[in-house]
């Protein structure tokens, strides 16, 4: 029999790509090893050394970086957390991969890195203009990786995510509509809502077909914030109005790309398969995770880029 093939998954006990990550990889026959921020804390001194030590002694054949400083508005008062964790970690991350190619390297990037001023999807090929402190400490990161230029290495840019475990976007929606008759929520941001599960298959497929470089997950389809609350609470069967408005209505510490949607394709062709719409994602999503009435951990969280 075939030796298991390894994973060790950074941020793989609580992050919400990162835990997906971990579970779909490991229905998928391999073996996994979660790192919290309790094994490792990237502030800590000698991190990088003890997760040498780690890749060393486990020789993972892939190492996914699920850690992340999210907090979007939060970073524009914190420059440098954002910075270290965004980017100073990838790339060296990206240097320890680069003396262990048989490792490859799974790092996850955003649609903030986009400016907004497009009104059709982003591709790859695209300059960025990230308009925030988290989005320029993403694109960062992604160039300090692909500089390096290595084949064992995939950033993939995702966006809009929800999906089981930490709370999120659908989650804060759904549990303020659990307690108010109407809700206002932001119509003028359009993106690419994603199913985390989604998002972990489409990285497995990316794995197998042992690509590298840059690519867009997100699932098909697109939606404005308003758009997105809406569909949940019309699955969840909850009665309470979304009224729509704008973001100047609802000022957030970091300015938001107005439109933010990914485009596929190249991973597309690289793999021959398709995200599947956001809506029948979203409604897999409703239907296994929230309960009526109830709610997921940790929903209190403000989403990350919502
Ligand atoms: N969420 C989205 O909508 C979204 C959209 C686009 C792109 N992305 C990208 O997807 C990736 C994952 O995002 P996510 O939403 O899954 O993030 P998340 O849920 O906020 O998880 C981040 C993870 O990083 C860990 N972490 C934070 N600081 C750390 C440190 N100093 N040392 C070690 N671990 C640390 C966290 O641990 P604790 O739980 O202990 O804090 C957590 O496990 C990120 O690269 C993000 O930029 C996310």
């Known amino acids: 029999m075939a030796a298991k093939r390894k994973a060790l998954v950074l941020g793989g006990f609580t992050g919400l790509a990162a835990t997906a990550q971990a ?20 502030q800590a001194a000698n991190a990088f050394g003890k997760l040498e030590k780690l890749l060393d002694a486990l020789e993972p054949d892939l190492l996914v970086n699920g850690a992340a400083y999210t907090q979007v508005d939060a970073a524009e008062d914190n420059p440098d957390a954002a910075d270290f964790l965004n980017r100073a970690v990838p790339a060296a991350l990206g240097r320890m991969v ?27 090929d695209d300059p960025t203009g990230p308009l925030n402190v988290y989005g320029k400490s993403k694109a ?18 995702t966006a809009w995510l929800f999906g089981p475990g930490r709370g999120n976007f659908v989650t804060t ?25 989604d998002l972990a298959r489409c990285c497995l497929k990316l794995v197998e077909a042992e690509a590298h470089g840059l690519f867009h997950v ?11 609350a809406d569909e949940a609470v019309r699955l969840a069967r909850l009665e309470c109005i979304i009224r ?48 009526p009435g109830g709610d997921e951990p940790d929903g209190k969280r403000d989403a990350d880029e919502a």
């Open 98 to 124: 680069k003396s262990r190619p048989s490792c490859i390297l799974l790092h996850y990037s955003s649609d903030f890195v986009f400016s907004g001023k497009k009104r059709s999807p982003y591709t790859t």
């Open 218 to 228: 997100v699932d098909a389809g697109e939606a404005t914030w308003c758009e997105l």
């Open 173 to 197: 929606m759904l549990d303020l509509c659990r307690k108010n008759s109407s809700i206002n929520v932001v119509h003028d941001q359009t993106g690419s809502p994603t199913y985390t599960e």
């Open 23 to 42: 579970d779909v990889l490991e229905e998928a026959g391999w073996a996994i090893r979660r790192l919290g921020r309790s094994d490792l804390d990237f």
């Open 244 to 291: 729509p408005v704008t973001s100047a209505e609802f000022p957030r510490r970091a300015a938001r790309p107005t439109y933010s949607v990914l485009d596929c394709s190249s991973f597309e062709r690289v793999t021959g398969s398709k995200p599947r719409p956001w809506p029948q994602a979203l409604r897999d999503y409703i239907y296994k995770n929230t309960a």
């Open 140 to 157: 960062a990161g992604e160039e300090a990786l692909l500089s390096l230029g290595l084949a064992n290495c995939l950033v993939v840019r």
